[in-house]
């Protein structure tokens, strides 16, 4: 058996020439039951990469999937483990087909692989999310625990403290004999879940190479990692541009590909040549580094039904209605802003968002200001926050009471 190569093969017939129980990992991304097929074109527009995900039938599509199954299990080793990707056409099909082939006791877990796509969504839900089945050969297999950080809302005696039982079974603090709280031991965080938020491949991500159903190596190199040591083998019977094989590498596995077209596995080899990694903001910073409106910027636009925009210095959010046919962006302005630096900042970007009219929300009054509101745009319509009118009206009451 060679290893460290992409082999231009079906993949059942390749996985018949390998030995018995030598493989560590299988990652399968087989044709999803899509009933579509899948089109895109090379980064460079020289090379449409094409496969078809469609079926005559499920019994069809089941059966092709079984040929290949069987064979994985048959090449992985005792400690080995396999994650078959599929989507929500077929996931629960597959469930009890390796169910079948791998028994239901070597069913570990369903990963949901969670990220966030806009699309113009038909009648229903919008799918944002894939599944990963995850099953080992035996109950010897491999398992490396990794840990994620406590959520922010983790209590801290729920990371110091130990917890028991008591006699109806619910988890307490334990207490010593005079009745004090006793530490644990040392926790090295969260283990990891079963949902993994990964962010999907972006167009213009470094990584992107412009073939069909490309999956982020952040995502194999998590499952790699979940199973596996250095220098064991890993195989992906449905290499297609050798995203699998990439993280293998990175992370000093060995790897064996394969993939029935020749234009895969020309691209996978050239990857190979040249590792490339997207790093991800959203993983590395967390959800918050993306979060740039304060409480009080999300109080006001949620109080007219806008839609908040992160990550924009000139807009803050945008009418959740069409005036005219476009958009109407809504900007607060910030307290170290003037009323002309921020009415500034919200024309500039309004323009590039080709909007028409425009919402400036003042948040505090400086009377020293010598802004010409005449000079602003017809669009641009000035509003006081509640804070700034009710001053507004504290002064006015305060003018007649002294008044009298």
């Known amino acids: 058996m060679k290893i460290n190569q992409v082999l231009c093969e079906d993949a059942f017939n390749e996985l018949r020439r390998i030995e018995n129980s ?3 990992l299988i990652y ?3 044709p999803f039951f899509t009933q579509d097929i899948q089109k895109l074109t090379s980064k460079d527009k020289n090379i449409e990469y094409t496969f078809p995900d469609k079926w005559d039938s499920m019994d ?3 059966q092709f999937m079984k040929d290949r199954l069987v064979e994985c299990r048959r090449v992985l080793k005792d400690t080995g483990s396999i994650f078959v990707h599929s989507d929500r056409n077929a996931s629960h099909y597959l469930k009890v087909l390796m169910d079948k082939i791998f028994g239901m006791n070597s069913f570990q877990s369903e990963i949901i692989w969670s990220y966030k796509r806009w699309s113009n969504a038909k009648k229903g839900l919008l799918n944002n999310h894939q599944v990963v089945l995850f099953y080992s050969k035996t109950p010897n297999f491999k398992f490396k ?6 959520s922010v809302t983790t209590n801290i005696d729920q990371i110091l403290q130990e917890r028991v039982r008591d006699e109806n079974g619910k988890s307490i603090y334990k207490k010593d004999a005079n009745g004090e709280a006793v530490l644990g031991k040392s926790k090295k965080g969260v ?5 993994w938020e990964i962010p999907y491949l972006n167009p213009k991500a470094k990584e992107r190479v412009g073939y069909p159903t490309q999956k982020p190596i952040i995502l194999l190199e998590q499952i790699i ?24 590498k990175m992370l000093r596995r060995n790897y064996i590909g394969i993939d029935i077209s020749s234009d895969a596995v020309e691209l996978a080899e050239k990857r190979l040549d040249a590792l490339i990694k997207t790093d991800s903001f959203l993983l590395k910073k967390g959800k918050s580094a993306y979060q740039n409106l304060t409480d009080n910027q999300m109080a006001i636009l949620k109080s007219i ?5 992160q990550r924009n210095c000139g807009i803050d959010g945008f009418l959740a209605e069409y005036v005219d046919g476009r958009p109407v962006a809504i900007k607060i302005q910030l307290p170290e802003e003037t009323l002309e630096e921020a009415a500034n900042k919200l024309i500039k970007s309004g323009k590039t968002k080709k909007c028409e009219y425009l919402i400036l929300i003042r948040t505090h009054v400086d009377y020293m200001c010598t802004f010409d ?7 641009l319509i000035l509003l006081d926050s509640y804070e700034v009118q009710i001053n507004n009206e504290i002064d006015l009451a305060k003018a007649r009471v002294k008044a009298i």
Not at 145 to 150: A, F, L
Not at 191 to 195: I, K, Q, W
Not at 305 to 309: C, D, S
């Open 28 to 30: 399968m991304d087989p």
């Open 305 to 309: 039904g806008a839609t908040p925009v």
């Open 191 to 195: 283990p990891l879940s079963d949902v």
């Open 145 to 150: 625990q990794i840990y994620t950080e406590y």
């Open 22 to 24: 030598v493989i560590d």
């Open 60 to 62: 069809d599509y089941l």
């Open 225 to 248: 990692k979940l199973v596996t040591d250095e220098n064991d083998i890993v195989l992906d019977p449905f290499a297609g541009s050798g995203t699998t094989l990439v993280a293998a």
């Open 373 to 379: 509101f005449s000079s602003l745009p017809d669009g």
